[in-house]
């Protein structure tokens, strides 16, 4: 089992930066694939990126690629998504998710954390 827990949210403007954080707990976490999702306000949640378990695979939303990084370090038991040139619309709560395999589809996750806010201004 893996708990995770999302940090690194916050308000910033339009064309800024930020990134995110998933620590997870166990020692099971280099086993599983990561991945982030997201959720607009009076939408529904979708996908953004995921990462296998070596960190050799990634995969985007073409809404985020060539803006949004996804990366980990199993030393840590962290999963990063470094979000550049972002926009109003990336606005949403943003969650972290573990897996056995990485997957555009939330069904194939099994743990989730809490989610942490991103706001961009325009």
């Known amino acids: 089992q893996v708990h995770v827990v999302e940090s690194g949210g916050g308000l910033v403007q339009a064309g800024g930066s930020l990134r995110l954080s998933c620590a997870a707990s166990?020692?099971?976490?280099?086993?599983?694939?990561m991945g982030w999702f997201r959720q607009a306000p009076g939408k529904e949640r979708e996908f953004a990126a995921a990462?296998?378990?070596?960190?050799?695979?990634?995969y985007y939303a073409d809404s985020v690629k060539g803006r949004f990084t996804i990366s980990r370090d199993n030393d840590k038991n962290t999963v990063y998504l470094q979000m550049n040139s972002l926009k109003p619309e990336d606005t949403a709560v943003y969650y972290c998710?573990?897996?056995?395999?990485?997957?555009?589809?939330?069904?194939?996750?099994?743990?989730w954390g809490q989610g942490t806010q991103v706001t961009v201004s325009s």
């Open positions: 990462i296998n378990w070596t960190g050799g695979l990634t």
């Open positions: 166990g020692r099971t976490f280099r086993r599983y694939a």
């Open positions: 998710a573990a897996a056995n395999r990485p997957s555009r589809l939330e069904s194939e996750y099994d743990y």
